[in-house]
T-cell receptor, first 113, second 116 residues
């Protein structure tokens, strides 16, 4: 069965600082990987996805993520965080030809001035 | 593109009533839609997978008679919470996936359900 671990429940960074959110997955083959962002009381917005090819994936809002098969990781990064990035971030894994996507428990990002 | 609309965004009702939530894909056809439940400060838990023209597939532990799902067209799926009770209060989110493709799910904005 597929699973996702986001080890950091809550992260605080200063505006302008760099950000890395960790995600580790468990899946028997090459998975589909996603990062979503959720603002309070709202649905989820797709930031980026990895299906195949280049392991460094660029997304919206200046985010990127790198798929590292050897580490079973798909960490999300941003070089300079903006106050508007404060939200909850969910990593997710899906099987190829997938129906179901499994979400991690989320990382809440707080941005301080 | 790939917009998913969910309605209503917030509903308050009395215990014992039934509540219907709609999920529409506005600019694409969705063979498959998914219904999730999210408790405060927790992740999304998949409740069921809804396939157009067929019965929904429910996850283990989800009462199919309690949470009725209908997916009558390629752009609309509904979730009806029957005889709702306070413990059914939660944030319900739907998502839809483009037909016949390995594309990511696109999410609605969710429905906040409060049962008094």
């Amino acid at each position: 069965a597929q699973s996702v671990t986001q080890p950091d429940i809550h992260i605080t960074v200063s505006e302008g600082a760099s950000l890395e959110l960790r995600c580790n997955y468990s899946y028997g083959a090459t998975p589909y990987l996603f990062w979503y962002v959720q603002s309070p009381g709202q649905g989820l917005q797709l930031l980026l996805k990895y299906f195949s090819g280049d392991t460094l994936v660029q997304g919206i809002k200046g985010f990127e993520a790198e798929f590292k098969r050897s580490q079973s990781s798909f960490n999300l990064r941003k070089p300079s965080v903006h106050w508007s990035d404060a939200a909850e971030y969910f990593c997710a894994v899906g099987a190829r030809g997938y129906q179901k996507v499994t979400f991690g428990t989320g990382t809440k990002l707080q941005v301080i001035p | 593109g790939a917009v998913v609309s969910q309605h209503p965004s917030w509903v308050i009702c009395k215990s014992g009533t039934s509540v219907k939530i709609e999920c529409r894909s506005l600019d694409f056809q969705a063979t498959t839609m998914f219904w999730y439940r999210q408790f405060p400060k927790q992740s999304l838990m998949l409740m069921a997978t809804s396939n157009e023209g067929s019965k929904a597939t429910y996850e283990q532990g989800v009462e199919k008679d309690k949470f009725l799902i209908n997916h009558a067209s390629l752009t609309l799926s509904t979730l009806t919470v029957t005889s709702a009770h306070p413990e059914d209060s939660s944030f319900y989110i739907c998502s839809a996936r483009l037909s016949n493709s390995n594309q990511p799910q696109h999410f609605g904005d969710g429905t906040r359900l409060s049962i008094l």
